[in-house]
């Protein structure tokens, strides 16, 4: 490759770093900045790559502004056993972007043009600063200041990190009075989001089968117990043939972690609504708040182009290791699933994932009793239905031999999986249990 719009080559750590970063702030697209390769394409690798990647984190944090922590990533790739850096930098949200130590003027400002960096002049520095984004949600002043962030203590310490106590100023969870901000609020223990994961029986919203809550709590739990609930009903699917036993899930397991992920981090929060998870028989749909961020097209979207919403949510999923790398979420989605899988509105984002068609395998696990049951469904229904419609009088029978077991295999689900024993639970056949009866 050769140096562009979207790709800069520096032998070292140079002095001229913040000015590549900050025209790429400033772009819509952003870019990718290799250290280790010389102008020509030379690769030459660096010599401490580790001390590089603290070196240059230090100084983008401290001489860039307004601030671009989660807008950059770090990362080390060995190519002819030479290290290269490589600094993904994503398009920001609060543009103009400048180096500090000059201002906002055109010593400091910067716009990529071609292959190179070149002063942004006056008069679209004054343009860009009057369409900055105020009203993000790192501006935004919590409706609430008395926040405990235990939980996110806890992932943190999960994954070998400790918060100190400037964490709050660090993570960028304040706004300029030193209030907290409405990304403190999303982290907070307690909060009033609400994250709804439901099923419908059938293709449509007509029929709800199921619904849970998530939300109320930090949106980092919240996007594990997401994660955590779709995992479980992204079941394995066996199909018999003839010469070989094939094994499918649901949905592939990247694209889906992928798609949560994207979800939580590129919400639009403004209007208090957190991003919501839909499964149907034949798909799982995920919606999220906000189209497409100004000045990103969809081409620029598929190709892995960045504009995060959310940068201070994206440094923190990131440091949770939620987040692999930035900007490359949408491409691994596209190695399974085609473009429209996609759909774009002024308000909305939503993805379909497809649910796989594999017919299940019939085990030797499936009783008498638990064929018996199979039969005895209409619809959805509670216990005492059941046992009426199988003209059962005992109730530690019909759980023994006949519910519990056809539960266990997954061929009957309930309507509340969280209470069990709830009096209002209701039973009804899974796509497994539906087939398995047509068999």
């Not at 949770?320 to 989605?333: A, C, F, H, K, T």
């Amino acid at each position: 490759m050769i140096e562009n719009k979207h790709i800069e080559y520096k032998h070292q750590v140079t002095p001229e770093l913040e000015k590549e970063v900050v025209g790429f702030l400033n772009s819509n697209e952003g870019g990718i900045i290799y250290i280790g390769i010389d102008k020509i394409g030379n690769l030459v690798g660096v010599k401490d790559a580790d001390h590089d990647q603290l070196l240059i984190k230090d100084r983008l944090k401290n001489n860039i502004l307004p601030s671009c922590m989660g807008l950059f990533d770090l990362v080390t790739e060995r190519k002819e056993e030479k290290d290269i850096i490589k600094l993904i930098v994503a398009g920001g949200y609060e543009k103009p972007y400048y180096i500090k130590r000059y201002g906002l003027s055109e010593k400091g400002a910067f716009i990529r043009v071609g292959s190179s960096s070149e002063p942004m002049p006056t008069r679209q520095i004054e343009q860009l600063f009057a369409k900055r984004t105020r009203h993000s949600i790192s501006n935004i002043k919590s409706k609430k200041q008395d926040l405990n962030f235990q939980q996110l203590h806890i992932y943190y310490q999960g994954t070998g990190k400790v918060l100190n106590d400037q964490f709050a100023k660090n993570l960028e969870l304040l706004t300029e009075d030193h209030s907290y901000n409405y990304v403190a609020y999303l982290l907070n223990d307690v909060n009033t989001i609400s994250v709804k994961v439901a099923r419908y029986n059938g293709m449509d919203r007509v029929d709800l089968s199921e619904s849970n809550e998530y939300g109320y709590e930090s949106i980092i739990k919240a996007t594990q117990q997401v994660l955590d609930k779709l995992n479980l009903e992204n079941k394995t699917l066996t199909k018999i043939t003839g010469k070989e036993r094939q094994e499918k899930r649901l949905w592939n397991e990247i694209a889906l972690r992928e798609a949560v992920v994207n979800a939580f981090v590129h919400n639009d929060y403004t209007k208090e609504l957190a991003p919501k998870f839909e499964l149907f028989d034949n798909r799982l749909e995920i919606t999220s708040n906000g189209g497409l961020p100004e000045g990103l097209s969809k081409d620029e979207f598929f190709e892995g182009f960045s504009i995060p919403r959310n940068k201070e949510l994206m440094r923190i999923f990131k440091d949770l290791d939620l987040v692999e790398q930035l900007g490359s979420g949408v491409p691994r989605i596209l190695q399974v699933y085609p473009k429209d899988c996609f759909e774009f509105t002024d308000n909305f984002l939503r993805i379909t994932l497809p649910s796989m068609q594999v017919t299940p395998q019939v085990t030797p696990q499936v009783t008498p009793q638990v064929k018996e049951l199979l039969k005895a469904f209409t619809g959805i229904h509670n216990r005492i239905e059941l046992q009426e419609k199988l003209g059962l009088t005992d109730r530690k029978n019909f759980r023994m031999n006949y519910l519990n077991p056809a539960i266990e295999i997954g061929l009957v689900s309930l309507t509340i999986p969280d209470k069990p024993t709830s009096h209002k639970q209701k039973y009804y056949l899974t796509e497994e249990g539906k087939a398995f009866n047509q068999l």
